[in-house]
């Protein structure tokens, strides 16, 4: 049996841009389609930081503390909506390593600092991760407007209430891993923008426009374990 691991993800930056699903078709696994709304898929880019991780029922003053920064896009498999990560950079090498053997995600090891200051995140990432290709982001972001239930705005609803997420194995078997939290209360968000390269470093073409930006001062999750899906399962 896989280990359930609790955590919190704080000071969150959700932003997204709309593409053509035929850009992200191609790069998903066979039994993944493209989730769209309006039409539109999307892709996120999401910096934070992760507190408190550790095996579920620990104490929290017993996790430890990991900044990240993700790149993904919605997903269907057979009618269950959820996540599909295309890469995620986090401040920690075990860490970074656990995550890929026990959840068969694509996390690289990165140089991450976050700080809070005057009612601002000040977020910068760098790739240091052996062999692959450097990524740099830094973006100053913060709340703006009244919080609202994501549930509410049907936009917001469908980029932030997701409870699962999918990944590929080594051997080509899909995974999926779900997570319980409480539903996200969001607020409208503005950045200053000062580095991205994440777009590029995975072959996709800087999106146009600006992107639709949401703030969350952040919640608790539990995630579970990484599960074999299989049809049978899920019938």
Same mark, same amino acid.
């Given at each position: 049996? !896989?280990?359930?691991?609790?955590?919190?993800?704080?000071?969150?930056?959700?932003?997204?841009?709309?593409?053509?699903?035929?850009?992200?078709?191609?790069?998903?696994?066979?039994?993944?389609t493209?989730?769209?709304?309006?039409?539109?898929?999307?892709?996120?880019?999401?910096?934070?930081?992760?507190?408190?991780?550790?095996?579920?029922?620990?104490?929290a003053?017993? !996790?430890?503390?990991?900044?990240?920064?993700?790149?993904?896009?919605?997903?269907?498999?057979?009618?269950?909506?959820g996540i599909?990560?295309?890469?995620?950079?986090?401040?920690?090498?075990?860490?970074?390593?656990?995550?890929?053997?026990?959840?068969?995600?694509?996390?690289?090891?990165?140089?991450?600092?976050?700080?809070?200051?005057?009612?601002?995140?000040?977020?910068?990432?760098?790739?240091?991760?052996? !062999?692959?290709?450097?990524?740099h982001?830094?973006?100053?972001?913060?709340? +703006?407007?009244?919080?609202?239930?994501?549930?509410?705005?049907?936009?917001?609803?469908?980029?932030?209430?997701?409870?699962?997420?999918? +990944?590929?194995?080594?051997?080509?078997?899909?995974?999926?891993?779900?997570?319980?939290?409480?539903?996200? +209360?969001?607020?409208?968000?503005?950045?200053?923008?000062?580095?991205?390269?994440?777009?590029?470093?995975?072959?996709?073409?800087?999106?146009?426009?600006?992107?639709?930006?949401?703030?969350?001062?952040?919640?608790?999750?539990?995630? !579970?374990?990484?599960?074999?899906?299989?049809?049978? +399962?899920?019938?």
């Open positions: 049996m !896989g280990i359930s691991l609790a955590m919190g993800w704080r000071h969150l930056l959700f932003e997204n841009w709309p593409v053509d699903p035929a850009a992200l078709d191609e790069r998903l696994p066979d039994r993944l493209v989730d769209t709304h309006d039409g539109q898929a999307w892709l996120s880019v999401i910096p934070f930081t992760n507190v408190d991780i550790r095996p579920a029922g620990l104490p003053r017993l !996790g430890l503390r990991l900044p990240e920064l993700n790149l993904r896009t919605y997903v269907t498999c057979d009618g269950e909506p599909y990560f295309f890469s995620l950079d986090a401040h920690g090498i075990s860490s970074v390593l656990g995550a890929r053997v026990l959840h068969h995600l694509p996390y690289y090891y990165a140089r991450i600092s976050l700080d809070w200051h005057d009612g601002r995140v000040r977020f910068r990432s760098r790739r240091r991760h052996p !062999g692959d290709r450097p990524v982001y830094g973006s100053t972001y913060w709340p +703006t407007g009244e919080p609202f239930a994501a549930r509410d705005d049907p936009l917001a609803r469908f980029l932030v209430e997701r409870y699962r997420f999918y +990944t590929e194995a080594t051997d080509g078997s899909l995974r999926y891993t779900d997570v319980d939290h409480e539903p996200w +209360t969001l607020y409208p968000a503005a950045a200053e923008a000062a580095s991205n390269t994440l777009f590029a470093a995975n072959g996709f073409a800087q999106p146009t426009g600006e992107p639709v930006r949401y703030y969350s001062p952040g919640l608790d999750v539990i995630a !579970g374990p990484s599960r074999c899906w299989s049809e049978e +399962t899920h019938e």
